[in-house]
């Protein structure tokens, strides 16, 4: 016979709210974000594919290889190393900056629009979230959360985040412009458009998390002038990252609308 001896153990207190967990999780990510930008200007070495398609073929291929500097929200630069495209691809139309957006960032700048991200410090006043299940990130627990404007008349979009346990790190960010912000912009063209944004992020020493590729795509349904229905694929790769750059002076006296999607 064996007896037992009943023991008393000391466990933390459990709270139970009514809120979603992934806000809760998101409202920690907003919290720990500034600690994980990078604490100065960086820059990156890019590869970009850009691809104009119709319904039926291929129109045009366009490679570049770059240079991209990143000094805050409104100040990015590039500097082409070298184009490549097929014959009737411009080749002066090769990208600009926003394409080469860093989603760890306040805004992105989006054909003279500026798109609020969800990692915006005032996040949780214009986006829902809502936690959709767990994920393996190289062993280890990450969320999926799901974001949505709270108004339809925001400047914001929705989609998903990939979040990192404990870190609070943001790993992916999936992203669809919505439809009140597209309608705000200068060009008509892109008012009966999808046009929709995708970005990874990993370590780089030292807690600083930075962006490692990109894709954006505008997809048109109804052209208002007549002219056939077109996708515009844009897929990038970014390496040789290099933290606390030294940047001229002339970097940050350009003034007018950031520099932004073509």
Known sequence: VVSLQPSAIAMPPVVVTDEDPGVTIMRRVIERLPELRPPGPFQARAYMQQTLSNDTSVVSILETVADVSWASDRHSRVLPLA??????????????????FDGYRDYMYYNGGRLLL??????????????????TFDDRVAFR??????????????GTLLVLDGEHAVLELDMRASDSFLMDLASITRRNTDVTFAQRYRPFGDGIWMPVDFRH??????????????????????????????????????????????
């Open 217 to 262: 795509t505008e997809t048109s349904h109804t052209d208002l002038l007549g002219l056939p229905a077109m996708h515009v694929a844009h897929v990038g790769v970014l390496s040789d990252h290099r933290l606390g750059v030294a940047l001229p002076d002339s970097f940050f006296q350009r003034s007018g609308t950031p520099d932004t999607v073509l």
């Open 145 to 158: 959360i799901a974001f949505s404007p709270r108004r339809r008349v925001n400047a914001c979009g929705s």
């Open 118 to 135: 969800p990692t915006h410090p005032d996040a949780l006043e214009h986006y829902k979230f809502h936690l959709l299940g767990h994920e």
């Open 83 to 100: 184009l490549r495209g097929t014959r009737n691809e411009s080749t002066h139309l090769f990208f600009s900056p926003g394409q080469f």
